[in-house]
């Protein structure tokens, strides 16, 4: 499984982004698909996740109500539309999946197998 992430820029607080990840090769049908962030010195935190086939969904506290991951099977894309941006959101924006949904969500990098290169997203103040 191959991801590709786009879709990250330079934006003034408050507004919104929508980044895109495409997967490529076969997907499994338990397949879940989550967002990472990594700020410069900053360890690598969850942001959100989603089944593949079905709505579960979960999301960081610090996004939740602003930010919505989706996706689009029929175009292997997975979405995250970002809304009132803030300053601290500025970071590089990690795609990633792993086979298999935990109770919450599973929220640890550590847990996914496959990653995209990610895509910068700087909040300006």
């Known amino acids: 499984v191959q991801l590709q992430a786009s879709g990250g820029g330079l934006v003034q607080a408050g507004s919104s982004l929508r980044l895109s990840c495409v997967v490529s090769?076969?997907?499994?049908?338990?397949?879940?698909m989550g967002w990472f962030r990594q700020a410069p010195g900053k360890e690598r935190e969850f942001v959100a996740a989603?089944?593949?086939?079905?709505?579960?969904?979960a999301y960081a506290d610090s996004v939740k109500g602003r930010f919505t991951i989706s996706r689009d099977n029929a175009k292997k894309t997975l979405y995250l539309q970002m809304n009132n941006l803030r300053p601290e959101d500025t970071a590089g924006y990690y795609c990633?999946?792993?086979?298999?949904?935990?109770?919450?969500?599973?929220?640890?990098?550590?847990?996914?197998?496959?990653w995209g290169q990610g895509t910068l997203v700087t909040v300006s103040s």
């Open positions: 990633s999946a792993r086979e298999g949904w935990v109770a919450g969500g599973p929220r640890r990098s550590s847990e996914y197998r496959y």
């Open positions: 989603t089944r593949w086939y079905g709505g579960t969904t």
């Open positions: 090769g076969r997907t499994s049908s338990n397949y879940v």
